[in-house]
C-alpha cells in the first residue's frame, strides 16, 4: 500500500521512471504476500514441501491476476499493467511446470487427489488453470498479442488435454493413481477420448479462425489414432492376447477399441475434408475405414467363441460368415461411392469384393464343405453380376457423358 501511494503522491504519469517502478514494486509485493500467505495457510512454514493443492493455487491465483491486468490495460495501456500480466502469466506457466507437470504430479508422487470423480484436486491444479489460460488468450487476440496468444491457447490445449487424461486415469485407479501400466479399457477410452477432442478441438479452430488450434487439433488426431493403432490394435489384440471382450455382442470392448473410434474417425475425415486439410483427410478415412473393417470381423468372431476370441479354430459357418461380412461392406462402400459420386469409396469397394474372390477360390474352396461351398460361390456370382449392371448403369454412363469412372 506504501508504494501505491507514493506512485500516486509522485503522480500519474506513464513515463515518469520513478512512478513506473513504485507501481511494479507495489505488484511485486502484492504477489509475494500471497506466496507467504498460502505458504502458511497450505504448508504452515516456509520451509515445508509444496504439494499440488499449494502449486494449483498458485497459478490459479497468477493467471487470474494477470486476467485482470490484461483488461485493465486494454483501455489504458498503461506499461505495468502490461508487464504484470506478462510476469504473471510467465510465472504460472513455470509454477505449472515444476508442480502439476514434474514435482507435484500425482503419476510421479502417488499424491492423493480425492476419490470423488471430476470434483478433485485434479481440477484446481489442471482444468481451471487451462481456463483461465483460454480467457487469457482470448484476451490477448482481442489486443492483437498473437504470439502470447498463441502460447496462452497452446498452454491452456495441453492442461486441458492432461487433464482429461488424468481423469480417466482416476476413474480407473482411485484417488491413487501413480504409474502403473494402463489396462485395456483405460487406453482405449484414452484414445478414443483424445481422437473425440481432436475433432472437437478442430472445428473450434476453424469457427474461431485459430491457427495454434488447428495445429494442436491435427498433432492430438495423429496422436490419438497411433495410441489407436498400437494400443487395441497390437498390445490388446483380442486375436492375440488373452483380454475377455464382454459376452454381449455389440456392446463390448470391441466397440469402445475399434467401433466408435472408427464413426469419430470417419467424423474427423469428413470435417478436415470440408476445411481442405486433405492430407489428415486421407488419413483419418483410412483409419475408419481399417477400424470399422476389423469391428466387423472380430464381432462375427465374437458371435462365434464368445469373449475370448484367440481360443478355438474357424469352423465353415464362421468361415462364411466372413464372406458375407465382407461382401456386405463392398456393396456398401459401393452405395455410398455411386450415391456421393467418390471414385475412392468404388475403388475400395471393388478392391474388397476381389479380395472376397479371393478368399473364395484360395481358402474357402479348400475350408468349406457342402452347402455352405455352395452359398459362398453362389452369393459372390450374384453380387458380381449385380455389381456389373449398376456400373453399366450409373459409372459407365456417367463417363460417357464426362462424369468420372472407377
Not at 514434474?102 to 491444479?125: M, R, Y
Not at 480407473?172 to 494402463?182: I, Q, R, V, Y
Request: proline letters at 3%; aromatic letters at 8%; hydrophobic letters at 60%.
Amino acid at each position: 500500500m506504501a508504494f501505491l501511494a507514493a506512485a500516486y503522491l509522485f503522480g500519474g504519469r506513464r513515463d515518469d521512471r520513478l512512478v513506473l517502478h513504485l507501481q511494479g514494486g507495489a505488484v511485486a509485493l502484492i504477489v509475494a504476500l500471497q506466496v507467504v500467505a498460502t505458504r502458511h495457510l497450505a504448508a504452515g512454514g516456509l520451509l515445508a514441501p509444496v504439494e499440488l493443492a499449494e502449486f494449483a493455487v498458485h497459478a490459479a491465483a497468477w493467471l487470474a491476476a494477470a486476467l485482470v491486468f490484461a483488461r485493465s490495460a486494454r483501455g489504458s495501456g498503461h506499461p505495468v499493467l502490461h508487464g504484470s500480466a506478462a510476469l504473471l502469466f510467465l510465472g504460472a506457466l513455470l509454477c505449472i511446470a515444476a508442480g502439476p507437470l514434474l514435482f507435484a504430479n500425482p503419476l510421479l508422487t502417488n499424491e492423493p487427489v480425492g476419490s470423488w470423480p471430476i470434483l478433485n484436486l485434479l481440477a484446481p491444479a489442471f482444468a481451471l488453470p487451462a481456463v483461465l489460460l483460454a480467457l487469457l488468450a482470448r484476451e490477448q487476440e482481442r489486443q492483437q498479442a498473437s504470439g502470447f496468444a498463441a502460447l496462452a491457447w497452446g498452454a491452456a490445449l495441453g492442461l486441458a488435454l492432461a487433464y482429461v487424461t488424468l481423469d480417466i486415469r482416476h476413474a480407473f485407479h482411485g484417488s491413487h493413481m501413480g504409474l502403473a501400466l494402463p489396462g485395456a479399457g483405460e487406453t482405449m477410452v484414452v484414445s478414443l477420448t483424445w481422437l473425440i477432442l481432436a475433432w472437437l478441438v478442430g472445428l473450434a479452430g476453424r469457427r474461431l479462425a485459430n491457427r495454434t488450434m488447428g495445429a494442436a487439433a491435427n498433432l492430438l488426431a495423429l496422436a490419438a489414432l497411433l495410441a489407436i493403432a498400437t494400443g487395441a490394435s497390437i498390445v490388446f489384440n483380442p486375436l492375440l492376447t488373452d483380454l475377455g471382450i464382454g459376452g454381449w455382442p455389440l456392446l463390448n470392448l470391441l466397440a469402445l477399441g475399434y467401433g466408435l473410434p472408427a464413426l469419430v474417425a470417419a467424423a474427423l475425415a469428413h470435417s478436415n475434408e470440408q476445411a481442405g486439410n486433405a492430407r489428415l483427410a486421407r488419413i483419418a478415412w483410412a483409419a475408419a475405414g481399417l477400424l470399422a473393417f476389423a469391428w466387423i470381423n472380430l464381432e462375427i468372431r465374437h458371435a462365434f467363441h464368445g469373449p475370448y476370441l484367440d481360443r478355438g479354430g474357424i469352423v465353415d459357418a464362421e468361415l462364411y460368415a466372413y464372406s458375407v461380412g465382407w461382401l456386405t461392406i463392398g456393396l456398401g462402400l459401393l452405395a455410398g461411392g455411386l450415391v456421393s459420386g467418390r471414385a475412392a469409396l468404388r475403388y475400395a469397394s471393388l478392391a474388397l469384393i476381389c479380395a472376397v474372390a479371393a478368399k473364395a477360390f484360395l481358402w474357402d474352396m479348400a475350408g468349406l464343405t457342402g452347402v455352405f461351398r455352395a452359398l459362398t460361390f453362389l452369393g459372390l456370382g450374384a453380387v458380381l453380376i449385380g455389381i456389373g449392371f449398376l456400373y453399366q448403369r450409373f459409372v459407365f454412363r456417367r463417363v460417357e457423358t464426362g462424369g468420372d469412372g472407377a
